[in-house]
């Protein structure tokens, strides 16, 4: 809905550029994270994930970062697009439940 | 192939009313979840279904109930709507531990 995204941390970026959006998780038990993107009037939409055994794993223009030891995980979206305008969310996977981050809305500017 | 699809996507209450939000999933995923989302809140778990039969609560339970009708649907439950119920409200369905989250479009619900 058009209440999503009020309050969040905003990244702004130009097309082309590449953008990297931070995300620092609470349970160093987190066995699998997973980064979604969310469009506005649409439901979340997985975009890659990562099991903890890991601290890299790339997909099409998208790469997510790993580093456990200061519990933080990263998106990276190379030469980004006007279409990846949206507010992106990680979640961790602990105790059998997902947990969701807050959210970073990307601004890309032609 | 539909995915996950939930009705209505826009409702208004008044407070005290009742309503049902449904959701269906047409993957043969095991399990289920009703979320909300609210500004600068992330997602939080309300329910959930492991498996055609069991629920369990979430993160945010109050206010609410909900029906693992089959293996298919679930439907989330508010007997007397609140103020703070005021939301927008995911459901989602897994297959197995370990596999990514399909979310449904969303419900946007407003109590007055």
């Known amino acids: 809905g058009e209440s999503v995204g009020l309050h969040l941390p905003t990244l702004s970026v130009q097309e082309g550029d590449n953008s990297i959006i931070n995300c620092a998780y609470s349970n160093s038990a987190s066995d699998y994270f997973i980064w979604y993107k969310q469009e506005s009037g649409k439901g979340p939409q997985f975009i890659i994930d990562?099991?903890?055994?890991?601290d890299k794993r790339q997909g099409q223009r998208v790469t997510v970062l790993l580093n456990k030891t200061v519990k933080h995980l990263s998106l990276q979206i190379a030469a980004t697009q006007p279409g990846d305008s949206a507010v992106y969310f990680c979640a961790e996977r602990g105790f059998q439940k997902l947990v969701f981050g807050t959210g970073t809305r990307l601004l890309v500017s032609p | 192939n539909a995915g996950v699809t939930q009705t209505p996507k826009f409702q208004v209450l008044k407070t005290g009313q009742s309503m049902t939000l449904q959701c269906a999933q047409d993957m043969n995923h095991n399990s289920m979840y009703w979320y909300r989302q609210d500004p600068g809140m992330g997602l939080r778990l309300i329910y959930y279904?492991?498996?055609?039969?069991?629920?369990d609560k979430g993160e945010v339970p109050n206010g609410y109930n909900v029906s693992r009708l089959n293996k298919r649907e679930f439907s989330l439950r508010l007997e007397s709507a609140a103020p703070s119920q005021t939301s927008v409200y995911f459901c989602a369905s897994i297959f197995g531990p370990g596999e990514k989250l399909f979310f449904g479009s969303g419900t946007q619900l407003s109590v007055l």
């Open positions: 990562i099991r903890s055994n890991m």
């Open positions: 279904s492991a498996s055609e039969g069991t629920t």
